[in-house]
């Protein structure tokens, strides 16, 4: 499965007051399996001691040129790593950078550089705006050193709380997460998926009864997003059509809300022309009331009957309307016999990859976390054990993957 374990990261830090948000990056990284070697300025060091990294990584921290047993390490530490990242970046270090400065080890580290460079600057609003930092910025980002993957990333700042009483302006670190995510999605772009444009439905959609009630099902959205951010991960352009929920957007996907299976319909029709994938894991409500009552229904002595109509079938309808060599990947929850009916799906429905699931499986089902499937295409089936969403996810996107390579 594709992840990080094992990947080599630099992680600089220097002398900010998000120099703590520093320690989740070097936790979290450290947690999906990466060798994390933390690189401090001296102004860094004033703000937390070197100590506290060594234990979120167990590894040695550098904070001097000038440490014994470490001659020339700046240059291979520079040289190696799959990944560095400085987080936050002052003012003064994208500076110092910028004019090519070698005057510590992390500044020594960059110039030998020869891996892709994460920078998430860091300062007050104002020190930010500044022309001098915006020319010094720009000028980063267009350097590039040897192979072209070698460029360097600007992520943020954003905008939001300064330190204590400085205003609210651009120049807030991004957060530890977002900075993750970027990480990973540097570290596993690559073919096939770099270029490609997946589009990916999730969640549950409503049908109006009257301006207050809704028809809907228990569909949490889990699925969908998980695979929408396995795909971004692995360097994809990611469009998510999500109906409603209150799960967090993963972090550089598009997202598109809709609200009833009309509404899915009409944004799948719209995107569908330019996507080289698409995942339908979306739980669309297959009946909508046939009629809305514009306004609040009264509760009555008696019992209420409910005539329902069907809605447009989303995923049959894309036949005909896929781009050339599009993967389409469906999904199929059903409680019986949930792989034979997986089968004849793929074959109505013109699809490449099934992935079914037995809703009545204990852990499995559309608002648990955990996932029992299947994956159902031409090549057979492959049965997972029970597994979290994001796995399944994997393991979904790796399928995709295969099929990706296979049209060239
Ligand atoms: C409390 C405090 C907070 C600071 N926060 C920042 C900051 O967020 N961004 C920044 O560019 N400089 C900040 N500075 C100034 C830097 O620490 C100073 O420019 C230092 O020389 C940076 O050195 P370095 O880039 O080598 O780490 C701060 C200074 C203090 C005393």
Redesign the pocket.
Known sequence: MTGIAGRHVVLGV?????CYKACTVARRLTEAGALVDVVM????A??IRPVTFEALTGRPVVASLWEPGRALDHVRLGRDPDLIIVA???????A?AAQGLAD?F?TSLLLARRSPLLLC????DQ?YAHPETQANLKKLKSSRVEESKSGVTVLGPATGP??HGEGEGP?R?VEPEEIVAHAERLLLAGPPFAGKRVLVTAGPTREALDPVRVVTNRSSGRMGYAVARAAWRRGAEVTLISGPGSLEPPFGVEVIRVESTGDLNAAVGKALPKADVLVMAAAPADYRPETTSATKMKRGAGGLRLDLEPTADVLGGTVGKRKRGAVIVGFALESGDPVGLAREKLAAKELDLVVANDATEPGSGPDAPTNRVALVSKDGVERLPLMSKDDVAEHVVDHVGVLLSRRG
């Open positions: 220097t002398g900010g007051i998000a300025t001296a102004s860094a004033e703000f936050p970046a002052t003012a003064r270090l994208i110092r510590d992390l600057p860091a300062m007050n020190m300064l330190a120049g670190m």
